[in-house]
């Protein structure tokens, strides 16, 4: 336990959970101090709390304001940091390598959102395919004409999804696809081998093979440099005239400009996008002017079971860090030697050995 003679974990957040029984579960246990912190409060308070804080539950992107982003200038800052955690899955606004070289972990929520995403995702395709979003709008304007003929659509069985990045999200997705819908589902995971592929119902293809043949392309990788700007003018060149392009990732992953002129052109049939470079999107955002675009403000992980989920989820992990327990969702295992140094002379004890190290 973290708490001995007396001692007690700091762990600080902004605002708000995006569920309270985060705070139920923590507030009462006599191992860990809770901080709630404020925005609007003296920036030289917060800061003096975060300097003794241990560890800090950081809010999503959206939410988050300067200078309260984990990085370089935060770290110098607070000498007693342990470890960073993000709301849900993501975590590009965490500086994962200046918390590494510091020696302090970085944690998700992975997998706790996961099937809000994946249906918030296939709602999309549905939507798009079956022309609902276009219907709703053509019905809302005054003295438009309803030629409901022309509103036809298409069904989505029998049909072929290319999902980028088989994870837990993108692999629901696979699994909804298949199962319920007798879909053919490429996928394109540099980090999987051919045989889990298949065990979670995909097919292994390069990317260019999964943009020619699909026909819905959804998206369901982290945003890094590895995938900033993935998907690009030839990327939308290369799929089909009757695709629909599918992002619940993050912004930035594909390049807006790009998804813009790819409509415009008609080079591919439409988009399901829930995610923008800047969040949310001005009312003048030029993809919100297309009919075949269906946008939402990154609300495919806000449902209310995967808030708590997330929320519960994020609460017992830092129980179990705080207490020199492995925790299950740790972004930058290599940090963990210099962490459980770090760790051992504040607390006077070793934590666990980080059995996925």
């Not at 004409?145 to 036809?152: F, N």
């Not at 837990?168 to 980090?191: K, N, Q, S, W």
């Not at 390069?206 to 026909?215: E, G, H, K, P």
């Not at 807006?256 to 001005?282: H, M, N, Q, W």
Request: hydrophobic share 40%; net charge negative; with cysteine.
């Amino acid at each position: 336990m973290a708490v001995r003679a007396g001692q007690k974990a700091g762990l600080v957040f902004f605002e708000s959970w995006v569920d309270p029984i985060a705070e139920d579960i923590l507030g009462g246990r006599d191992d860990v101090d809770l901080r709630k912190l404020s925005y609007s409060s003296v920036e030289a308070d917060n800061w003096d709390v975060m300097s003794r804080a241990h560890g800090y539950q950081v809010q999503a992107r959206t939410e988050l304001r300067e200078p309260w982003f984990p990085d370089e200038a935060l770290i110098a800052r607070c000498p007693n940091l342990l470890a960073a955690s993000s709301t849900g899955a993501g975590y590009d606004y965490i500086d994962v390598e200046a918390c590494t070289a510091a020696g302090i972990l970085v944690c998700n929520q992975g997998g706790t959102n996961t099937e809000a995403v994946a249906e918030h995702a296939l709602g999309l395709m549905l939507s798009l395919s079956k022309r609902i979003g276009l219907a709703d709008k053509v019905l809302r304007r005054r003295g438009a004409l309803v030629d409901r003929y022309a509103l036809q659509g298409n069904d989505i069985r029998g049909k072929t999804v290319g999902i980028v990045g088989l994870g837990a999200i993108g692999g629901r997705l696979a699994e909804l696809c298949h199962g319920l819908f007798g879909m053919t589902v490429l996928a394109y995971d540099p980090y999987l081998n051919d045989a889990e592929i298949v065990r979670r119902h995909g097919s292994s293809v390069s990317l260019v093979d999964l943009l020619q043949r699909s026909d819905f392309v959804s998206v369901h990788c982290p945003r890094s440099k590895e995938t900033l700007g993935m998907f690009g003018e030839a990327q939308f060149a290369a799929m089909k005239p009757n695709a629909y392009f599918i992002n619940t990732a993050r912004g930035g992953i594909h390049d807006e400009s790009a998804l813009e002129t790819a409509l415009r052109e008609r080079r591919i049939a439409g988009a399901g996008i829930d995610v923008f470079l800047k969040e949310p999107p001005l009312p003048d955002h030029p993809l919100l002017s297309f009919d075949n675009v269906i946008a939402t403000p990154h609300t495919a992980g806000i449902t209310q079971e995967a808030l708590e989920q997330m929320s519960a989820s994020a609460a017992d992990q830092w129980i179990e860090l705080l207490n020199g327990r492995a925790p299950p969702r740790v972004i930058n295992p290599q940090a963990w030697p210099a962490f459980s140094r770090r760790f051992a002379s504040m607390f006077g004890f070793e934590p666990e050995p980080l059995p996925y190290a």
